[in-house]
């Protein structure tokens, strides 16, 4: 984790921006977390830090801009995701209409099936795509057992 913390500081010194405690324990939070999180969730985390919302969500905008995080929205959910260290070219999201949590998905065989998808409409189209993403609704298990 130090290594990757190490790379953050230096993305925001080379970017003329302080390193300062918040912006380190909210990069701390990402690296540590493989989840999404929304600027209050992420303030539950830190705010035994003597970290503000605003600080929260000042920092948030830094990390954004310096692509060291980035935003996800569905619907009327914005919750962020470290960046900086993703070598996925795709993400696959559950949304629980219920709970609204929001889920990744990541294994061997979807990333296999979307490969070979994201091959066929670039053959087809004659197109190049970055990325690929893709967002399900439905009712988690929790919410389903309920």
């Known amino acids: 984790m130090y290594a990757k913390l190490n790379i953050i500081k230096n993305i ?23 989840c999404h999180l929304d600027a209050e969730g992420i303030y539950n985390f830190v705010k ?11 920092t ?14 569905i619907d009327n959910i914005k919750a962020y995701e470290l960046n900086l260290f993703n070598e996925k070219n795709y993400h696959v999201h559950f949304k ?5 949590k929001l889920f990744e998905y990541d294994d061997i065989e979807l990333k296999d099936n979307i490969e070979f998808q994201l091959s ?27």
């Not at 390193?19 to 380190?24: A, E």
């Not at 409409?121 to 190049?128: G, I, L, M, S």
């Open 60 to 73: 948030l905008d830094v990390l954004y801009k310096n692509d060291i995080i980035k935003k996800v929205s």
């Open 48 to 58: 035994s830090k003597r970290i503000s919302l605003p600080t929260v969500y000042r």
């Open 96 to 100: 629980c209409k219920i709970c609204k």
């Open 12 to 34: 925001l010194k080379e970017n003329d921006l302080k390193i300062t405690r918040p912006r380190i324990e909210i990069s701390k939070l990402f690296l540590t977390n493989d």
């Open 120 to 146: 066929f409409v670039e053959a087809k189209y004659h197109a190049k795509a970055d990325s690929v993403s893709i967002i399900m609704d439905g009712l988690c298990e929790d919410c389903r057992r309920k």
